[in-house]
Nanobody, 126 residues
Framework: QLTLVESGGGLVQTGASLRLSCAAS????????VGWFRQAPGKEREIVAA????????WYADSVKDRFTISRDNAKNTIYLQMNRLKPEDTAVYFC???????????????????WGQGTQVVVSS
């Protein structure tokens, strides 16, 4: 069983930055592809960034490209999402999720993710 716990959310103004963290426990964290997702009120959950288990490959949704950066420190069992130039439309609950993989790939298919955190709220005021 892999447990994921997000932290770092909060209330910020437009243009500010936040760094979210996703701490994993329960199993060794290598060989897990990880994604960051978000869900705004009344909207479906969407993937915003993904990273391969080695960290060599990353993927971003167009809406966050050039503003968000996903990274990981496998020695610390932690994934990060650095969010810069935040906009009101970034307001959502942010979740991290993990998918056990063999190949060093990014995973962008939501249903492939096996373990999910509880989420952390991000509110960007205008």
């Amino acid at each position: 069983q892999l447990t994921l716990v997000e932290s770092g959310g909060g209330l910020v103004q437009t243009g500010a930055s936040l760094r979210l963290s996703c701490a994993a426990s329960g199993r060794t964290f290598d060989r897990w592809a990880v994604g960051w997702f978000r869900q705004a009120p009344g909207k479906e959950r969407e993937i915003v960034a993904a990273i391969s288990w080695s960290g060599r490959s990353t993927w971003y949704a167009d809406s966050v490209k050039d503003r968000f950066t996903i990274s990981r420190d496998n020695a610390k069992n932690t994934i990060y999402l650095q969010m810069n130039r935040l906009k009101p439309e970034d307001t959502a609950v942010y979740f991290c999720a993990a998918d056990k993989v063999i190949a060093d790939i990014v995973q962008t298919t939501t249903r492939q993710y096996d373990y999910w955190g509880q989420g952390t709220q991000v509110v960007v005021s205008s």
